[in-house]
């Protein structure tokens, strides 16, 4: 830090923009053709996990893919298509 700086005032980045209200944070934001992931676990500590039925889910309109341990990787929607593997 240079001596003309301490005790300076500096300008504030943003400031204008919080006070009238433009700056635009990232909630702000709409992204559309975006996929959106909802994670849910157990309501009871230490349960053992017997069996998932995910039909009541898969019902759900605009639904993708319900993830479970049992699905495999080739299964979920990607943004891209998976890298080449050389060999």
């Known amino acids: 830090m ?23 944070y990232t909630a702000d934001v709409k992204l559309t053709d975006v996929l959106q ?12 996990l017997i069996s998932i039925d995910k ?12 993830l479970t341990a049992g699905v495999s990787m080739a299964e979920a929607p990607r ?3 998976p890298p080449k593997i050389p060999g």
């Not at 039909?55 to 319900?66: C, I, Q, S």
């Open 55 to 66: 039909t009541a889910a898969e019902a759900v309109p605009g639904v993708r893919l319900v």
């Open 37 to 48: 992931a909802k994670l849910v676990s157990l309501d009871v500590a230490r349960a053992r």
């Open 79 to 81: 943004a891209t298509p």
């Open 2 to 24: 240079t001596p003309q700086a301490i005790g300076a005032s500096l300008p504030r980045v943003g400031g204008e923009g919080r006070v009238t209200g433009t700056l635009e």
